[in-house]
């Protein structure tokens, strides 16, 4: 019996899922992520750093093996390579409220590195709003490349300031609404996206799905984070034709809290409802499309008094 084929077994004889076993390890000061639990066990990856295959100690008291069984399943350890000390990574940096971030995410078994595994190279979103001017479909597509690892899933978090419910996802392809974690007081929710079918080591796949925005939202912008390795990215928001913006404009930030920058005003279409914000190899940082109606241009536009 292989290493995979003796976790999945004890995982099955144990009776717990796999965020079940993920939650006792970290009561045990153990941190493994449930993708990495899952790719274990289907053997489309193998623990080979050193803190990993430290942490089968304590799967195996989780999942009652005897001492050093899946370790003498893995064989000799991967050489070592020697690192400086490792930068803060940039998915924390792109969010406000880093510590509620990681709170959201450890719900599901996650660090923020994962927010950016697997790679997405290319970026897609576009945005709906609706007569109202509430913000209220949006669908992203993503083109990722997996490295050495493999994956099981995708995460998208999403920030909603005054929000009164929360989205859901409606519409998929090359991924399955996987579990649902929100953060009210926080105005913050993460979806888990399952990729269908799992993504082995160094290969390529196109997964979107489609979000329903909850109603009067009170935004009047659309953002999306690129971080390092992306090639591309587009962004459009189309507008319904009663509710058409005097202004549309692309903009750009370092990161969460930072100075937003002016990129580009936005010309739009000939119509006036559908505005596009495009870049080819971006620098890593959040860059979206800000709006004005009207009524909000007449008063900016008013000299003071």
């Known amino acids: 019996m292989d290493f995979a084929e003796r976790l999945r077994t004890a995982v099955d ?37 050193a803190a990993t295959r430290e942490a089968l100690a304590a799967v195996e008291s989780v999942l009652d093996l005897p001492p050093g069984e899946l370790l003498a399943l893995l064989g000799a350890a991967s050489p070592v390579r020697r690192r400086g000390p490792r930068p803060e990574p940039d998915s924390v940096r792109l969010w406000n409220k880093p510590d509620a971030v990681r709170r959201l995410l450890a719900r599901l078994g996650a660090v923020t590195d994962d927010l950016s595994l697997p790679p997405r190279v290319s970026r897609r979103m576009r945005l709906r709003v609706d007569a109202q001017g509430n913000p209220r479909h949006v669908t992203v597509g993503d083109l990722l490349r997996t490295g050495s690892q493999p994956a099981t899933r995708v995460l998208y978090l999403q920030r909603f300031p005054w929000v009164g419910e929360l989205p859901s996802v409606v519409a998929t392809t090359g991924v399955t609404a996987g579990r649902f974690r929100g953060d009210f007081p926080n105005g913050l929710c993460a979806h888990e996206l399952m990729l269908d079918p799992p993504l082995p080591p160094h290969s390529t796949a196109y997964v979107e799905f489609s979000v329903v925005m909850p109603p009067q939202l009170g935004t009047n912008y659309q953002n999306l984070r690129v ?32 100075d937003e920058h002016v990129v580009a005003d936005l010309s739009g279409d000939a119509a006036g409802t559908s505005f596009q914000f495009a ?19 007449a008063r900016t536009s008013q000299p003071r008094k």
């Open 13 to 49: 004889g144990s009776g717990l899922s796999l965020e079940e076993i993920v939650a006792r390890l970290a009561e045990r000061g153990t941190r493994v992520s449930t993708s990495s639990l899952s790719a274990w066990q289907s053997g489309l990856s193998r623990p080979s750093r």
């Open 227 to 258: 971080r390092p390795g992306c090639r591309d990215f587009a962004l459009t928001v189309d507008f319904d034709a009663a509710h058409r913006p005097a202004r549309c404009w692309g903009y750009r930030q370092q990161e969460a809290g930072a």
């Open 279 to 297: 870049r080819l190899d971006p620098a890593p940082g959040i860059y979206g499309i800000r709006w004005e109606y009207p009524a909000q241009a």
